[in-house]
């Protein structure tokens, strides 16, 4: 909700057209090994054309061409966030809870505090505290608002508890089974939980928002990345393919966008696929339709994601949301289709299984032209890692993910059992690409990435950390020869930023502020601040 407010306050950058671009007097970093630093670049026509100094830059373009003078600043490649949620927030009341494990007085006095003969839903995150805690209901929760639709979410995505006026209004029944997702039991009723793809399922039953609510988030969304040097997204939404497609065109977003899809089936039977989209949407120039995306476990925060040593404070083990069969029929249908397969794997016991699942059905040189994508990949554990590195599976990892107090439950379980492996990641062999999955700002999550508090052993470099997000993210989505350098024949995406990221002299706490003062975005200008 803080976040919507924030961008709230923005209004969407228009890109400026220019055939020609010459920028001089720049700190740029290429991710070119051929040629790291430069101070000039020349784009034609969406492309770069040269990049080195003034005169050979200058030399590329037309005589006349008016250069921009970017005054010594930082310029870095576009940043492509590789894991991005899009869609409107719910139109409810939304619970004022601290972040990230509200205690269960904390809950109880907000849901008490709001009025319960108002109007609408009413909404909060919470976390393993009560998200855990079997006193939490959908019987207490009637308690405390037996009229208005009561929704809490675990801040990972990952469960959803529900009070009976909530459940009245989606229209759920438990009794109806839903592939991947389950529900809650207590003494052999629904408890009000709706655990992984029982939850997205019946989500997305609900009525939509209207479609100038999801345009403005959109814009919304775009404007303010744009402002810190995003230039691609790859996003996954559950929002049907062809109808986002129709708003990110209504939208007019200059950003790239890799719309990933993400099934959510009713039963097996149905196809994955249910869309007649192109790979390249006419009318869409910048969108790319790829990759499938499947949940596989849930989390360790809510103790969803399956383990091969139990929890230690509750004795619990996670379960898949799918089996090792139905694995194997999702990863048959992808090569089928030719398409990446992008999944989240969490816990030890979905990494090892889905590996299991690879070796069973094709040879590790066909996988690795395939670059499967782990999300998260929190459970690779060394051993697992080594695995992996034989399939190819491309790491997308979050670094705010490795933000969580160091008092926290799910802090020393990472620690105690080597989860969440960053650096490691690199060490060990295995492409690394980021993405937020979560707060959007590149700046906040490269600080982050250099001081992760859960895993403080897993530091990346300042330059690690830009690889990653740009030439990484682009290896991830098969687009390494299109973009994610500042190289002559590629993409010319771009950031011109307001502060040297990569000067080790810049404290870590300065890296949020970081904004960009002139984002390119196919040769064209789509963000330029208005005093620069």
């Not at 057209?17 to 740029?28: H, P």
């Amino acid at each position: 909700m803080r976040l919507v407010l924030l961008l709230a306050c923005l209004s969407l950058a228009l890109p400026l057209s220019a055939a020609e671009l010459l920028l001089v007097n720049g700190r740029i970093w290429t991710g070119d090994p051929d040629l790291r630093e430069a101070s000039a670049i020349a784009i034609r026509d969406g492309r770069i054309v040269a990049v080195g100094d003034e005169a050979t830059a200058a030399a590329a373009l037309p005589a006349g061409t008016t250069p921009i003078d970017l005054g010594g600043r930082r310029v870095v490649p576009g940043i492509n966030d590789a894991h991005v949620h899009l869609g409107a927030p719910p139109m409810a009341t939304f619970l004022s809870l601290p972040a990230p494990d509200p205690g269960s007085a904390e809950v109880e006095a907000a849901l008490a505090a709001e009025a319960r003969d108002g109007d609408g839903w009413i909404m909060g995150d919470i976390g393993a505290a009560v998200w855990n805690d079997p006193a939490w209901h959908q019987a207490r929760l009637d308690t405390l608002q037996p009229d208005r639709p009561v929704m809490l979410q675990v801040f990972t995505g990952h469960g959803t508890l529900l009070n009976t006026a909530a459940q009245r209004a989606l229209g759920i029944d438990p009794a109806v089974e839903v592939p991947g997702g389950w529900y809650g039991s207590a003494e052999g009723g629904f408890d009000g939980r709706l655990y992984e793809y029982a939850q997205w399922r019946n989500l997305s039953l609900a009525p939509p928002q209207p479609d100038a609510r999801e345009t403005k988030s959109i814009q919304l969304y775009v404007d303010a990345t744009l402002r810190w040097g995003t230039t691609s997204l790859q996003a996954m939404t559950w929002i049907r393919p062809e109808r986002f497609v129709e708003l990110w065109r209504a939208s007019g977003a200059p950003t790239r966008l890799r719309l990933v899809r993400l099934p959510l089936p009713g039963s097996f039977d149905e196809p994955v696929v249910a869309d007649a989209l192109a790979r390249h949407p006419p009318g869409a120039p910048r969108v790319t339709i790829a990759g499938t995306k499947w949940i596989i476990d849930g989390t360790p925060v809510e103790q969803a994601a399956p383990l091969a040593v139990p929890y230690p404070d509750t004795g619990a083990t996670g379960r898949l949301n799918f089996d090792r069969a139905r694995i194997e029929a999702l990863l048959r249908e992808a090569l089928a289709r030719e398409d990446q397969l992008l999944l989240h794997v969490s816990g030890d016991v979905a990494a090892a299984t889905v590996m299991d699942a690879m070796a069973a059905i094709a040879a590790p040189a066909q996988w690795r032209a395939r670059r499967l994508r782990f999300e998260h990949g929190d459970g690779l554990t060394p051993a697992l890692m080594a695995r992996a590195v034989q399939f190819g599976i491309v790491v997308v990892q979050n670094p705010s993910h490795l933000a969580m107090p160091g008092d926290h439950p799910f802090t020393a379980l990472v620690r105690e059992r080597r989860f969440s492996p960053l650096s490691d990641v690199l060490e060990a062999g295995l492409p690394l690409a980021l993405g937020s999955d979560g707060p959007p700002n590149p700046w906040l999550n490269m600080m982050f990435a250099l001081a992760p508090t859960t895993r403080p052993d897993q530091a990346l470099t300042r330059e690690q950390v830009l690889r990653a997000y740009t030439a990484g993210s682009a290896f991830a989505e098969f687009a390494e020869q299109e973009k994610g350098r500042l190289a002559p024949g590629l993409l010319a995406d771009l950031a011109v930023l307001s502060q040297d990221v990569l000067d080790p002299a810049l404290p870590l706490e300065a890296l949020p502020a970081t904004q960009s003062v002139l984002t390119v975005v196919d040769g064209e200008i789509a963000w330029r601040d208005p005093a620069f």
